[in-house]
């Protein structure tokens, strides 16, 4: 009878030891569900477009034209992707307007994603750049127009003289003066033609 008991109790100590296993097993796993869920939560991606650079945050439009905030840290990498397995690190000046990238970070309060990697193919970083090359001078001839026009509108303008004998036109100033007299224009053709058989 004591051997039928003991058994008794190993059987009773080792159930109890298996159900409180399983619930340790249960717990651990929902704890690791948790923290994947954290994790991702804080490990967003963004793929876009950079549409805008200023300071030390860039605009990525995704394809949904949605517009993201991303800031870039001391500690981004920026990866251009070199072949199937090989990434070199660029500096942060690298990341310029026309770039199609993947950025991958958490957003902070502002609503800004903090950018930890920044990744990108070698062949869309050398077209980008190309266009901005394009775009650089175009931009410039373009500030130097607006200002020769704002120069334009800054000179004093012509005195309007209002006699309006010269067809109904107001004449100015400098036609004035440089019109003196008033010749029919039959008078200069006979003038001309009297010259020529002359």
């Given at each position: 009878?004591?051997?039928?008991?003991?058994?008794?109790?190993?059987?009773?100590?080792?159930?109890?030891?298996?159900?409180?296993?399983?619930?340790?097993?249960?717990?651990?796993?929902?704890?690791?569900?948790?923290?994947?869920?954290?994790?991702?939560?804080?490990?967003?991606?963004?793929?876009?477009?950079?549409?805008?650079?200023?300071?030390?945050?860039?605009?990525?439009?995704?394809?949904?034209?949605?517009?993201?905030?991303?800031?870039?840290?001391?500690?981004?990498?920026?990866?251009?992707?070199?072949?199937?397995?090989?990434?070199?690190?660029?500096?942060?000046?690298a990341l310029v307007p026309g770039l199609p990238v993947e950025v991958q970070g958490s957003f902070n309060d502002k609503y800004q994603m903090v950018a930890e990697k920044v990744t990108f193919r070698g062949s869309d970083l050398k077209t980008a750049q190309d266009i901005q090359t394009g775009?650089?001078?175009?931009?410039?001839?373009?500030?130097?127009?607006?200002?020769?026009?704002?120069?334009?509108?800054?000179?004093?303008?012509?005195?309007?003289?209002?006699?309006?004998?010269?067809?109904?036109?107001?004449?100015?100033?400098?036609?004035?003066?440089?019109?003196?007299?008033?010749?029919?224009?039959?008078?200069?053709?006979?003038?001309?033609?009297?010259?020529?058989?002359?």
């Amino acid at each position: 009878m004591t051997n039928s008991l003991s058994a008794l109790r190993r059987r009773e100590h080792l159930k109890g030891n298996t159900e409180r296993t399983i619930r340790i097993v249960v717990l651990a796993f929902t704890a690791f569900l948790f923290l994947c869920g954290v994790v991702a939560a804080q490990n967003d991606k963004v793929e876009g477009l950079i549409s805008g650079r200023n300071g030390d945050t860039m605009t990525v439009e995704t394809q949904d034209s949605e517009k993201v905030v991303v800031a870039l840290t001391d500690f981004t990498q920026v990866l251009e992707l070199v072949g199937a397995f090989r990434k070199k690190r660029l500096a942060v000046t690298a990341l310029v307007p026309g770039l199609p990238v993947e950025v991958q970070g958490s957003f902070n309060d502002k609503y800004q994603m903090v950018a930890e990697k920044v990744t990108f193919r070698g062949s869309d970083l050398k077209t980008a750049q190309d266009i901005q090359t394009g775009i650089a001078p175009t931009e410039q001839q373009v500030q130097q127009s607006q200002q020769q026009l704002q120069a334009q509108q800054h000179l004093p303008q012509q005195e309007v003289s209002p006699d309006t004998s010269a067809g109904g036109r107001p004449r100015t100033a400098a036609s004035s003066v440089f019109c003196k007299t008033r010749v029919p224009l039959g008078a200069n053709r006979r003038n001309l033609e009297g010259e020529g058989s002359g």
